[in-house]
Every structure is written in C-alpha cells, then in structure tokens.
C-alpha cells in the first residue's frame, strides 16, 4: 500500500494503483483467503492516520486476520495498529535497526501478534521498501528475529517479486530449516503450481499480483492449489 492505497510493482519498482484496500479485502475474505496483510511501503508520519482508518475500515469489512505493516517504530505505534483492528503487526526496518523492539512488542502483545518481514537480496536484507541493502545476512537474521520473539517470518526475494516466475525455494527452505517457527514466502507467485511448490517447502505462500488483476477468481484459484495435492484450510465458498 502507499498512500492509502494498494500498489504492485516488481522488484519493489514500478509501482501501479491496483484498487481500494477495503474493496479488495473484502473480496478476498470472500473469496476464500486465510489471512491478509497490508504492507505501507511509503510510510511516513503523516500517513499514519490515514493508514489507522483503512486499518478500521478493513478490520469492519473482513472476518479474517490481517497483518499490518509499514512505520512501525515503537510500542506505541504497534498498540495503534492493534487497537485499530489489526491481528498483528510487521516490522521490518525498524527491527533491524533497534532488534529489541522486537522483544518489547512481543512481551506486550505476545509472539503470535509479531511478524518480523525480511526483504532479501542477494544474500542479505534490504530495508526502506527493499531499496537499501545492508550488510547483514539473511539467515542469520530470521534466526535471531525468532529468537527475539517473533511468531512468524515474512521473506520476500526481492528478485523474485512481481517476475511472476515462481517463489525463491531455495531460499525459503533455507530461512525455514533455521527456524521453529512459520515462514510466509513471498514474490514470485504467478500461478496455482508456484504456491502448490513453496507450501511443500513451508507454511504459508503470499500472493498479490495474481489476485490483484483477478480479486473474484480466487476461489477457482483455491481449487488449483488442491488439485496439486495441497491440503489449504476448511473454507466454504458462497453460493
């Protein structure tokens, strides 16, 4: 999202308008989706109030969790988001930064509200909407997020985001085989195979692009996804 509203790109550039955030969550609580999460990539003070009212507004809208993220810097501004209606909270660049905040939210909210995302690239993470790398790496970095106490990790390969060419595996199930707790992988989904492919090598897949263009077939995508053998959780499509 960016100003309220959500955008796509690829690689984390390119950035085109792709609808009212509150629409297309209802279509995709709808539609069939497990949880959802609204990523501020052009976060600065003065959004904040603007993105706590789309918060509300979704939070009223769907019957499913939802993750938000984006200038999150402080406790403060994760009980915000909370209080405003959101399951839990991403933190990205502000937990590399000061990675006790990670910790602090944690012990307020508990682990299951904290999703630490991780932008990486060739290697190591980027932070600032992916377009500063730094020098830390990857792996060991979602290591020490979980043992800092974040309940899930978001990964995204920046290379692979928007290509619509299928997730990063290899890098996903390497993040994975540190970890004891969930992996989202995330960039590269570009059919019902690509997410079948990343759920055999962890918990949950993200997509966006796919849906984005199509927000009313995801159920017809839901039924691919089985197809390949792929248990999803019980859902039961309107008539």
């Excluded at 200038?71 to 399951?87: L, Q």
Aim: proline content about 4%; cysteine-free; aromatic content about 4%.
């Amino acid at each position: 999202m960016a100003h309220g509203r959500v955008v796509k790109g690829v690689s984390f550039v390119g950035l085109r308008d792709v609808g009212d955030p509150v629409e297309l969550a209802t279509h995709y609580s709808d539609g069939g989706a497990d949880e959802l999460v609204l990523l501020d990539i052009a976060a600065t003070p003065d959004d904040s109030s603007t993105m706590l009212e789309v918060v509300a507004m979704v939070a009223d809208a769907i019957t499913i969790p939802f993750t938000v993220g984006g200038g999150v810097r402080s406790v403060r501004d994760a009980a915000a988001i909370i209080e405003a209606g959101a399951d839990r909270v991403s933190l990205n660049s502000a937990a590399l930064a000061t990675p006790s905040l990670i910790t602090e939210i944690a012990n307020r909210f508990g682990s299951q509200a904290v999703v630490v995302a991780i932008d990486a690239g060739d290697g190591v993470v980027h932070t600032h909407g992916g377009r500063r790398p730094t020098e830390v790496q990857t792996i060991p970095w979602a290591r020490e997020a979980g043992e800092r106490g974040a309940g899930e990790i978001l990964l995204t390969s920046i290379r692979q985001d928007g290509q619509r060419t299928g997730f990063d595996l290899e890098l996903t199930a390497a993040v994975r085989d540190v970890l004891t707790i969930p992996v989202i992988a995330s960039g590269g989904a570009g059919s019902a195979q690509h997410v079948a492919e990343a759920l055999r090598v962890t918990e949950a897949a993200l997509i966006a692009s796919i849906v984005h263009e199509n927000p009313t077939g995801l159920p017809g995508l839901r039924r691919e996804i089985e197809s390949f053998g792929i248990a999803l959780r019980p859902w039961k499509e309107r008539a």
